[in-house]
């Protein structure tokens, strides 16, 4: 007996540019959550770390793009796709290697964008007729913008509190363990968390 199985692609999705994650919006809300001096600015360094190391182990959690960064998706061909990153906000362009292998831009007018909102993946959808591929690994590039502009109110204070955590533990030495603490972090990150 044969079966038949459509299998879904492989998508390979990578950040292009990092994310500032905006410490200059965050540390002084930092600051306040740990009851710091706004104008004492000897442990900002170390502040800085914690935060950004707090924002990405919530971004690896979600499967968020929490910060905004501008990312690249990689295909064999051209096909209608889900993207593996949320929230998208805007396509930057569409390229391919034609069939004389030259990286060329395709037109706006060959796909279409749909954004499902922050809570779900945006797709990509192409047209009918596009032109043909240079026989190489990967052919296709979309280039794109992923994160918030503005972090939801429901993950800052995680992110502030996991960032805490790590600033005012730095030896390890935590009642129960930084597991607990990484527990506590992915319990109030659960509904954010993208499946």
């Given at each position: 007996?044969?079966?038949?199985?459509?299998?879904?692609?492989?998508?390979?999705?990578?950040?292009?540019?990092?994310?500032?994650?905006?410490?200059?919006?965050?540390?002084?809300?930092?600051?306040?959550?740990?009851?710091?001096?706004?104008?004492?600015?000897?442990?900002?360094?170390?502040?800085?770390?914690?935060?950004?190391?707090?924002?990405?182990?919530?971004?690896?959690?979600?499967?968020?793009?929490?910060?905004?960064?501008?990312?690249?998706?990689?295909?064999?061909?051209?096909?209608?796709?889900?993207?593996?990153?949320?929230?998208?906000?805007?396509?930057?362009?569409?390229?391919?290697?034609?069939?004389?292998?030259?990286?060329?831009?395709?037109?706006?007018?060959?796909?279409?964008?749909?954004?499902?909102?922050?809570?779900?993946?945006?797709?990509?959808?192409?047209?009918?007729?596009?032109?043909?591929?240079?026989?190489?690994?990967?052919?296709?590039?979309?280039?794109?913008?992923?994160?918030?502009?503005?972090?939801?109110?429901?993950?800052?204070?995680?992110?502030?509190?996991?960032?805490?955590?790590?600033?005012?533990?730095?030896?390890?030495?935590?009642?129960?363990?930084?597991?607990?603490?990484?527990?506590?972090?992915?319990?109030?990150?659960f509904s954010?968390?993208?499946?």
């Open positions: 007996m044969i079966v038949l199985t459509t299998r879904r692609p492989e998508i390979v999705s990578r950040i292009k540019t990092p994310g500032s994650y905006t410490l200059t919006t965050l540390l002084p809300l930092f600051k306040k959550h740990l009851k710091w001096e706004a104008s004492d600015t000897s442990e900002d360094d170390l502040m800085g770390l914690y935060l950004t190391s707090a924002i990405k182990q919530a971004e690896t959690y979600t499967r968020r793009a929490i910060d905004v960064a501008t990312w690249e998706t990689f295909l064999d061909s051209f096909y209608d796709f889900d993207f593996d990153v949320a929230p998208v906000s805007a396509i930057t362009s569409v390229k391919y290697y034609n069939d004389a292998n030259v990286l060329t831009t395709l037109d706006p007018l060959n796909y279409t964008f749909i954004n499902k909102g922050p809570d779900a993946y945006a797709r990509l959808e192409f047209e009918s007729g596009l032109p043909a591929l240079y026989d190489r690994h990967e052919p296709v590039v979309i280039e794109y913008t992923a994160g918030y502009v503005t972090y939801p109110n429901d993950l800052v204070g995680p992110i502030l509190q996991y960032a805490a955590d790590l600033f005012e533990n730095r030896t390890n030495d935590v009642a129960g363990g930084l597991d607990q603490v990484t527990f506590g972090f992915h319990q109030r990150l954010y968390k993208m499946l």
